[in-house]
């Protein structure tokens, strides 16, 4: 059974700070890997889908990697701003298993 | 298009009661998910269709738990009867092929 981790549970930085968060799964055998934010009280969105045969995909200041063999994948925000404070989980493969979350606090 | 709708947005209920939640998924879309939100569960996939047929359901909890899809524009998911566990939000997606998943806005359900 797909088993899925993010470290870590809860990140705080100061604004314009880069930061990585990190999503692992224990079967690589995986047919895709997306991201999402939830905003408190709301549904998901989604930010980022990569396919198994892909490495990484971007969006604005949003990049995504895939590492199927080591079993991870790392979502790059880069010059975060107080909007970006959200929880983000990754779901991984057909079944959607979600992580727990990272919950992450962009402070002005 | 509107997005994922979902109705209604919280039900209160009593133990004992039949639920039914409510999803239009986008049109187009040809895969529809259900999915339950909790603190203790974090966020679990109940089942999903495609092409209005169910695919894997071995996330529905129980016997108590249904979900039909009788057409690409509708779906519900029934809980009879419901318990106090059941409390959660609970979440509809869709999405054109196994791609992006689009999102509701959930229904918050609270069983007494």
């Known amino acids: 059974k797909q088993e899925v981790t993010q470290i870590p549970a809860a990140l705080s930085v100061p604004e314009g700070e880069n930061l990585v968060l990190n999503c692992s799964f224990t079967d690589s055998a995986i047919y895709n890997l997306q991201w999402f934010r939830q905003d408190p009280g709301k549904g998901l969105t989604s930010l980022l889908l990569i396919q198994s045969s892909q490495r990484e995909q971007t969006s604005g200041r949003l990049n995504a990697s895939l590492d199927k063999s080591s079993g991870r994948s790392t979502l790059y925000i880069a010059a975060s701003q107080p909007g970006d404070s959200a929880t983000y989980l990754c779901a991984v493969g057909n079944d959607m298993r979600f992580g727990a979350g990272t919950r992450l606090t962009v402070k002005p | 298009d509107a997005g994922v709708i979902q109705s209604p947005r919280h039900e209160v209920t009593e133990m004992g009661q039949e639920v039914t939640l409510r999803c239009k998924p986008i049109s187009g879309h040809d895969y529809l998910f259900w999915y339950r939100q909790t603190m203790m569960r974090g966020l679990e996939l109940l089942i999903y269709?495609?092409?209005?047929?169910?695919?894997?359901d071995s996330g529905m909890p129980e016997d108590r738990f249904s979900a039909k899809m009788p057409n690409a524009s509708f779906s519900t998911l029934k809980i009879q009867p419901s318990e106090p566990r059941d409390s959660a939000v609970y979440f509809c997606?869709?999405?054109?092929?196994?791609?992006?998943?689009?999102f509701g806005p959930g229904t918050r359900l609270t069983v007494t």
């Open positions: 269709f495609n092409n209005n047929v169910p695919i894997d």
């Open positions: 997606a869709s999405s054109w092929g196994l791609r992006e998943q689009y």
